[in-house]
């Protein structure tokens, strides 16, 4: 796994504090690592913002048992993109 790509998607996921897990309920920093590890292995700098957006949803789904629209993730996944891109 890139570590960029990591680093990259553990600062967006940690914003978006899926299910609000870091604001609201005290659970450490890397609640999201494992989350963040999966996307990072599934995603690269040419993966576009609806793949990136399937991904998240797919990934939130398996870790979390929630089956989500990936339309949710549109906009945590175009920072994806766009920082993945610099």
């Given at each position: 796994m890139d570590g960029k790509i990591f680093e990259i998607v553990k600062k967006h996921i940690d914003e978006y504090d899926y299910m609000e897990l870091l604001s609201s309920?005290?659970?450490p920093k890397d609640e999201f690592d494992?989350?963040?590890?999966?996307?990072?292995?599934l995603i690269n700098p040419e993966s576009d913002t609806g793949?990136?957006?399937?991904?998240i949803a797919k990934t939130f789904e398996k870790y979390f048992?929630?089956?989500?629209n990936p339309k949710k993730f549109l906009e945590i996944a175009?920072?994806?993109r766009i920082d993945l891109t610099e």
């Open positions: 309920c005290g659970c494992i989350e963040s590890e999966h996307i990072s292995r793949e990136i957006a399937e991904i048992g929630n089956p989500e175009e920072k994806i």
